[in-house]
Nanobody
Framework: QVQLVESGGGLVQAGGSLRLSCVAS????????MGWFRQAPGKQRELVAR???????NYQDSVKGRFTISTGNARNTVILQMNSLKPEDTGVYYC???????????WGQGTQVTVSS
């Protein structure tokens, strides 16, 4: 599996912004996309946004218009720009990579995002 390292989380007030970064290790499988997930306190991990290698994107309805997923300068890097943050965005954010419809990376430690009201 691909190894992933997330960074960029922190404590921010409601309405603020954070930029999360994820770096994936070299993979022997074909990577067709990357995604960001989050796990809120007491809840299951959920998909927040994903981007294909072709550049198409998908977002969870609750973050549309506020979050933007993009690839970094390196092909194995993905960014999540989060604006207009809300307390309900609080959680641990993880990235992963796709091989077709399958996740191909090992879940990392994630990066904590805390939004205060």
């Amino acid at each position: 599996q691909v190894q992933l390292v997330e960074s960029g989380g922190g404590l921010v007030q409601a309405g603020g912004s954070l930029r999360l970064s994820c770096v994936a290790s070299r993979s022997i499988v074909k990577i067709t996309g990357m995604g960001w997930f989050r796990q809120a306190p007491g809840k299951q991990r959920e998909l927040v946004a994903r981007i294909s290698t072709g550049g198409s994107t998908n977002y969870q309805d609750s973050v549309k218009g506020r979050f933007t997923i993009s690839t970094g300068n390196a092909r194995n890097t993905v960014i999540l720009q989060m604006n207009s943050l809300k307390p309900e965005d609080t959680g641990v954010y993880y990235c992963n990579v796709y091989n077709g419809q399958n996740l191909a990376g090992s879940w990392g430690q994630g990066t904590q995002v805390t939004v205060s009201s």
